[in-house]
């Protein structure tokens, strides 16, 4: 099946640690993308790939790592620089083009306590 | 600055009844596409109709419909002969020429039985 995968679904951490949430995609897709989303809000963006190897920083990037080793993988790196980390996050993938969707993945929702 | 507005917070519709859910959105760029996703309460977004900058007519998919006044700049979402499952959020979306995705903060929606 053609899609992305995020696991876990619910992740439960403590105050201080990293924490790392896998993002995998057999899409094909160059663009990655994270979110984050909080409790009746929209979609924030923390990071986005272009390419392997290569990612920027989206609104909301402090406290959060990316690696792009592959073209599949995309993991985000919650430290514990990040102020508030419970939320819901949701990876995203995009082929190229404007008009091409994003397709998403079904979430990691991360509580810290 | 803000590049996607959703005005309503949240939106009632008698079921069966049509439901217009408002997006405006802010570029420059010639080229760029407008989304529309819904997310349940189970945190999956969906994406529902595509508008292309260049689309001369406006958007449809089955009760969903794109009305897009470009000189307005607006992307409002016509959801026809509501149905209880339409209950959600709905999120406005614009990419623009880069990868980026820009999204609204939302509107639920709530259908009234």
């Known amino acids: 099946d053609g899609g992305i995968t995020q696991s876990p679904k619910y992740l439960f951490r403590k105050e201080g640690q990293n924490v790392t949430l896998s993002c995998e995609q057999n899409l094909n897709h160059d663009a990655m993308y994270w979110y984050r989303q909080d409790p009746g809000q929209g979609l924030r963006l923390i990071y986005y790939?272009?390419?392997?190897?290569?990612?920027q920083k989206g609104d909301i990037a402090e406290g959060y790592s990316v690696s792009r080793e592959k073209k599949e993988s995309f993991p985000l790196t919650v430290t514990s620089a990040q102020k508030n980390p419970t939320a819901f996050y949701l990876c995203?993938?995009?082929?190229?083009?404007?008009?091409?969707?994003?397709?998403f993945g079904p979430g990691t929702r991360l509580t810290v306590t | 600055a803000q590049k996607i507005t959703q005005t309503q917070p949240g939106m009632f519709v008698q079921e069966k009844e049509a439901v217009t859910l408002d997006c405006t959105y802010d570029t420059s760029d010639p080229s760029y596409g407008l989304f529309w996703y819904k997310q349940p309460s189970s945190g999956e977004m969906i994406f529902l109709i595509y508008q292309g900058s260049y689309d001369q007519q406006n958007a449809t998919e089955g009760r969903y419909s794109l009305n897009f006044q470009k000189a307005r700049k607006s992307a409002n979402l016509v959801i026809s002969a509501s149905q209880l499952g339409d209950s959600a959020m709905y999120f406005c979306a614009m990419r623009r020429y880069g990868n980026q995705f820009y999204f609204g903060t939302g509107t639920s929606l709530t259908v009234i039985p």
């Open positions: 790939s272009q390419i392997v190897n290569d990612f």
């Open positions: 995203a993938t995009a082929d190229r083009g404007t008009g091409y969707e994003q397709y």
